[in-house]
């Protein structure tokens, strides 16, 4: 039974396309102290799948929110959900030429499927309108039915540049965070602390990010997320 799950497992990480296999254990709390170690364990019971509920990890780059949405997705795998993982610039492109086919809902279906969608690295790119459409689209279709893992680099209030429309934005947001948990890393990369280390860098300051919603209309937030998000601290 032993080696039969461990293929099984092997398996259905294989068609999560996750892009290394990390888990919690091997990441480094200490180094990102920001990070509520309870907070992410109490994740890791994967309640959140079972309510369909999302989780937003944002922070700059390097600070490991991939790390963290890896070892959530092999957690669901493990418990036999399903995940898949795909880049942020390669789900919109995807999505918006399958929109200019006019094949959408049947491409839809590779990102409904799993229990899990992990959507990695949002807001590194700008999107046009259609892309933004395309992403309504799928966002709507998963809304209470299926869990999204989000991480980004930009702000609630910059999400309306990087998809070119503040009401689909806005709208995006507004289902994204109905249910979720959001998770802020405010620490220094995990990339420039190996450089630094090898003495290719000065000692510097940890890299620190700010987040707001206060920007966003209608407001999406009301109240039920730290301070943070809402430009209150």
Not at 169 to 182: K, M, Q
Request: aromatic residues 8%; proline residues 5%; glycine residues 8%.
């Amino acid at each position: 039974m032993g080696a039969r799950r461990e293929r099984y497992l092997r398996a259905r990480t294989r068609l999560a396309h996750l892009p290394y296999h990390r888990t919690l254990e091997q990441f480094d709390f200490q180094f990102q102290p920001s990070i509520d170690r309870r907070q992410v364990l109490e994740l890791a019971s994967l309640s959140f799948v079972a309510d369909a509920s999302n989780v937003l990890l944002l922070g700059p780059p390097g600070v490991g929110k991939t790390h963290l949405a890896v070892s959530l997705g092999i957690k669901a795998i493990e418990n036999g959900y399903g995940v898949y993982f795909v880049r942020a610039h390669d789900l919109l492109e995807d999505l918006r030429r399958a929109q200019t086919e006019h094949r959408l809902d049947r491409r839809m279906r590779v990102y409904l499927g799993p229990s899990v969608l992990i959507i990695d690295e949002f807001g590194v790119w700008p999107y046009d309108r259609t892309a933004a459409t395309a992403l309504f689209s799928l966002i709507s279709a998963r809304y209470e039915r299926g869990s999204i893992i989000l991480t980004s680099n930009k702000s609630f209030a910059e999400w309306g540049e990087v998809l070119g429309d503040a009401v689909i934005a806005a709208a995006i947001l507004d289902r994204l965070l109905h249910h979720s948990h959001v998770l802020s890393i405010r620490g220094e990369s995990y990339r420039l602390k190996e450089k630094r280390q090898a003495g290719l860098f000065g000692t510097g300051q940890p890299v620190h990010v700010r987040v707001t919603c206060q920007d966003i209309h209608p407001p999406v937030c009301q109240g039920i997320h730290p301070p943070w998000v809402c430009g209150s601290s």
